[in-house]
Nanobody, 114 residues
Framework: QVRYVESGGGLVQPGGSLKLSCVAS????????MSWYRQTPGKERELVAE?????????TYADSVKGRFTISRDDNKNTVYLQMNNLKIEDTGTYYC??????WGSGTQVTVFS
């Protein structure tokens, strides 16, 4: 059974940092592109960052987070990370990780407040 367990969210002031983690199970993690998404109430879930599988680990980011967020992965731990620096109020939301397998996890809440 495919499962995603996100963690690392919290409350932070603007300019602060958080590092999110997501442990995936139930599929061959290293063979899949991994993505982080976020959702805020009343809005659709949006793609934040992706990291490819294989040796290159190519990354892509939404324009809104470029230069502030860094996605990485550890295939030995079936874990994908999202380092978030210089957080802004508009980064507030529930963050989810996902591969093209299975259903969404519960996510982890990030709240940036002044």
């Amino acid at each position: 059974q495919v499962r995603y367990v996100e963690s690392g969210g919290g409350l932070v002031q603007p300019g602060g940092s958080l590092k999110l983690s997501c442990v995936a199970s139930g599929f061959m993690f290293r063979a899949y592109l991994m993505s982080w998404y976020r959702q805020t109430p009343g809005k659709e879930r949006e793609l934040v960052a992706e990291i490819s599988n294989g040796g290159g680990h190519t990354t892509t980011y939404a324009d809104s987070v470029k230069g502030r967020f860094t996605i990485s992965r550890d295939d030995n731990k079936n874990t994908v990370y999202l380092q978030m620096n210089n957080l802004k109020i508009e980064d507030t939301g529930t963050y989810y990780c996902k591969a093209a397998r299975g259903s969404w996890g519960s996510g982890t809440q990030v709240t940036v407040f002044s």
